[in-house]
């Protein structure tokens, strides 16, 4: 499979731009099975006010962005996978979406919120799921659910062989947690990460770049700079992922003690 990832920096509460900046990279790409764009797409990131995600929150997938993604899709018949700040009646969500060239797939959101993000989101309340596309087995995460292995452990264990991360990074940590995500799962995994600095209303959070693709053997098969917009492909065999042997003796999953595992 051709996957990939799309690095680069929202304009803050501008859909349009967002979406018109989205197509202009993705139009000159060639072919690809699976794109993943960074969380909350659509909007950028440091609300302060919720007429701030009024003005750029949208349902799904009846709405404008996810519209487009959907017509993106259809025209370069692959799947993306992208973060939107959606909206249910008066409830936020930070989520992301899965369309492919027949339409909607499916969305997921997140569950494990950040920092101020508690102040405008709702934190989902469904369980990860696994959607097949093509060949592949995809499962989704936002950002955050990096640090709790359960996210990771949870997608492998219902049949996930990619992980798509859409994701607005600020700590430092991520881009090699996902390495132990990756090796301790044997999956691949896709961070799509922003760029840049975001400033309103005296807060601001600088974005870490290096969107990378990881293997189930731990290597990094792509990676971002710090700094620059850009949008890069790597070919993968799945076959790799659906492998959980470590060695002849030892299964990744199978020599799990879950009898002993009552704390989880």
């Known amino acids: 499979m051709e996957v990939g990832f799309l690095q680069f920096q929202p304009e803050f509460c501008n859909v349009e731009v967002n979406q018109n900046k989205i197509f202009s990279f993705v139009e000159k790409a060639k072919g690809f099975d699976l794109l993943v764009l960074p969380e909350l797409a659509n909007?950028?990131?440091?609300?302060?006010?919720?007429?701030?995600?009024?003005?750029?929150?949208?349902?799904?997938?009846?709405?404008?962005?996810?519209?487009?993604l959907i017509e993106l899709a259809k025209q370069k018949d692959g799947f993306i996978i992208s973060g939107v700040c959606e909206k249910k009646e008066a409830v936020f969500f930070n989520s992301s979406v899965i369309v492919g060239p027949e339409g909607y797939i499916g969305k997921y959101r997140k569950i494990h919120l950040?920092?101020?993000?508690?102040?405008?989101?709702?934190?989902g309340l469904k369980t990860f799921e696994v959607f097949e596309i093509r060949e592949a087995k995809v499962g989704m995460m936002i950002c955050f659910d990096w640090i709790?292995?359960?996210?990771?452990?949870?997608?492998?264990?219902?049949?996930?062989?990619?992980?798509?991360?859409?994701?607005?990074?600020?700590?430092?940590y991520s881009q090699t947690a996902m390495l132990a995500r990756s090796i301790e799962n044997k999956v691949f995994t896709i961070t799509a990460n922003r760029i840049g600095k975001e400033?309103?209303?005296?807060?601001?959070?600088?974005?870490?770049?290096?969107?990378?693709?990881?293997?189930?053997?731990?290597?990094?098969?792509?990676?971002?700079?710090?700094?620059?917009?850009?949008?890069?492909?790597?070919?993968?065999?799945?076959?790799?992922a659906r492998n959980k042997w470590i060695n002849e003796r030892n299964n990744l999953f199978d020599d799990r003690r879950k009898e002993l595992y009552d704390v989880l």
């Open 114 to 123: 950040f920092d101020r993000e508690k102040l405008f989101f709702e934190p």
């Open 43 to 68: 909007s950028g990131y440091v609300f302060t006010k919720r007429s701030e995600l009024e003005k750029v929150a949208e349902t799904i997938p009846s709405g404008y962005f996810v519209e487009k």
């Open 199 to 240: 400033e309103n209303s005296g807060i601001s959070l600088t974005f870490t770049g290096q969107s990378q693709i990881t293997s189930p053997e731990m290597e990094i098969l792509a990676q971002a700079s710090k700094n620059q917009e850009e949008i890069r492909f790597v070919d993968i065999d799945c076959k790799l």
């Open 148 to 172: 709790f292995p359960e996210s990771a452990r949870i997608l492998a264990l219902k049949g996930a062989e990619i992980i798509a991360h859409p994701a607005n990074l600020v700590l430092p």
